[in-house]
């Protein structure tokens, strides 16, 4: 056989590919192991979406290519859900790109703009995606402190010099994943003025602007002042409406950036199947923030089991208001984040996300996904309790 490209060599196995394995070995096994690792939604979309998918299902012509920019509908749909949400306005025609999910999006954000020496601006706690996706293109990381003592926000202050001239993406996300904080637009406004003046392009991953807690609601960098000029922002699905197979989400803002996006697009995809848009639609214009608000109440309830647990299993964090995670940092002398996610899937048969499949600074946490139902949840927490009261 021939050999690999040379750029897999510097792409590490995905972390949750890794992870969901060994789960999977262990169940093999004849192990009862409770999975809290994966950020997927335990409960299904709203009702009148799976109709809507059925109801165009069954169109004679809805059966063909879509399009590679989407339907024109669901387009006008994302644009006015954006106007609507944020009070933005965007062009359905050359601002708002269908994606496969944001994660597609935003591996091939990386393809479609760097090259060999080029560098990403990754925060050293994120989405591994973002990484993952400069590793592949040929481009280089740049780790960001992201210190929980300030609030999780990436450091962009002291970057060398040499480092921003071969800078073209920045990253951020929030709500965050993984570690539940979130950001407002004063936050938005710094990363926005940043990167107008490196001329770097700042690319918000947002998929979890739907799902908060306490009255928290999730903005848009988008909403800022001259974000046009030098932004991109993903959005998903995935979280906002539990569609997480379903492989839905759109990018919005920059025309240069979305024109862009397309070029690797339209060579890598052909679109989705056209009910899976007009489910999309029905999801953004006609489920009432009531579902949305009941969800989230559900994902609040299992967040504060949760939180109140940690002491008792070896843990401490803060209380997130939003995301579908809550971040442990380890505490007791029990080592790093991969050493007690080992232990509590070995001797607990709780999977939990260790913090280092994040990035550098996330080597001393763990991750807990809210998405698991709540008798489950119930006996994930106890036996993490017995395991640690028993070591």
């Known amino acids: 056989m ?13 972390p949750f590919a890794l992870l969901t394995q060994r789960v999977r ?8 192991v409770i999975g809290l690792d994966i950020g997927s939604p335990d409960m299904p979309p709203p009702e009148a979406v799976v109709e809507e998918l059925y109801r165009s299902a069954r169109e004679p012509d809805h059966h063909g290519y879509a399009g590679y920019k989407g339907t024109p509908e669901f387009r006008v749909s994302v644009a006015q859900y954006y106007e609507r949400r944020f009070g933005v306005k965007v062009d359905p025609e050359k601002q708002v790109l269908p994606l496969l999910g944001s994660k597609e999006g935003i591996v091939n954000l990386s393809l479609a703009y760097l090259d060999r020496g080029d560098i990403a601006l990754v925060p050293d706690i994120g989405y591994p995606a973002y990484s993952m996706g400069a590793l592949l293109a040929g481009g280089e990381v740049y780790w960001l402190p992201t210190r929980e003592e300030n609030g999780y926000y990436p450091e962009v202050e002291n970057i060398p010099a040499d480092v921003l001239q071969r800078a073209k993406l920045l990253w951020i996300n929030y709500p965050n994943n993984p570690t539940g904080a979130v950001a407002d637009l004063a936050f938005y406004k710094r990363m926005v003025d940043f990167c107008r003046q490196h001329n770097i392009l700042l690319a918000s991953d947002n998929p979890y602007c739907e799902v908060t807690f306490d009255g928290y609601v999730a903005g848009s960098a988008l909403q800022v002042e001259g974000a046009m000029d030098s932004t991109i922002e993903f959005v998903s699905f995935s979280k906002s409406h539990n569609m997480a197979g379903w492989r839905l989400g759109a990018a919005v803002g920059n025309v240069d950036a979305i024109k862009t996006l397309l070029t690797v697009k339209s060579n890598v995809d052909s679109g989705h199947f056209q009910p899976i848009y007009d489910a999309g639609i029905m999801a953004f214009d006609e489920i009432p923030q009531e579902w949305i608000y009941e969800r989230n109440q559900v994902y609040q309830r299992r967040r504060d089991k949760i939180v109140a647990a940690l002491p008792q299993i070896g843990l401490s964090g803060h209380t997130p208001q939003g995301s579908l995670y809550v971040w442990g940092r380890v505490e007791n002398g029990l080592g790093d984040g991969t050493k007690y996610a080992e232990e509590a899937l070995m001797k607990a048969h709780v999977s939990v996300a260790p913090g280092g499949i994040y990035g550098p600074g996330g080597a001393n946490y763990v991750r807990f996904s809210v998405g698991v139902p ?6 994930a927490l106890e036996r993490l309790k017995k395991w640690y009261g028993t070591r």
């Open 2 to 14: 021939p050999t690999p490209a040379a750029r897999l060599q510097a792409l590490p196995p995905y």
């Open 25 to 32: 070995e262990l169940n093999q096994q004849g192990f009862d």
């Open 374 to 379: 709540d008798a489950r949840l119930d006996e």
